[in-house]
Nanobody, 124 residues
Framework: QVQLVESGGGTVQAGGSLRLSCAAFGATFQTITGAWFRQAPGKEREFVAAISPGGFGFSTYHADYVKGRFSIFGDTAKSTIYLQMNSLRPEDTAVYYC???????????????WGQGTQVTVSS
């Protein structure tokens, strides 16, 4: 059974930065895809970024609305992935979820394992 534990959420002013962490237990991000999704109040959960293992390292994917501001990366030795969030905006306020799956993609149904979520609040 895979368990994902997130940390790093909090409250920050617009323009600030936060780094989220997701540690995997029972699996390693060297063999499965890791991703971040977010869900704002009253909205559907949406894809943020993903990192997939490959023959020549890792491939990363970012949603258009976070490109240039957010960056996903991993530490295989710690079986942890991170989401570095810069230039945060009030519209980035949401609960951020870590997810893991064998296939990956930008759809929640592609991921079989989820963390408990961590709140990110960006004040204007």
């Amino acid at each position: 059974q895979v368990q994902l534990v997130e940390s790093g959420g909090g409250t920050v002013q617009a323009g600030g930065s936060l780094r989220l962490s997701c540690a995997a237990f029972g699996a390693t991000f060297q063999t499965i895809t890791g991703a971040w999704f977010r869900q704002a109040p009253g909205k559907e959960r949406e894809f943020v970024a993903a990192i997939s293992p490959g023959g020549f390292g890792f491939s990363t994917y970012h949603a258009d609305y976070v490109k240039g501001r957010f960056s996903i990366f991993g530490d295989t030795a710690k079986s942890t992935i991170y989401l570095q969030m810069n230039s945060l905006r009030p519209e980035d306020t949401a609960v951020y979820y870590c997810a893991a799956g064998k296939i990956g993609g930008d759809y929640t149904g592609k991921y079989g394992y989820w963390g408990q979520g961590t709140q990110v609040t960006v004040s204007s």
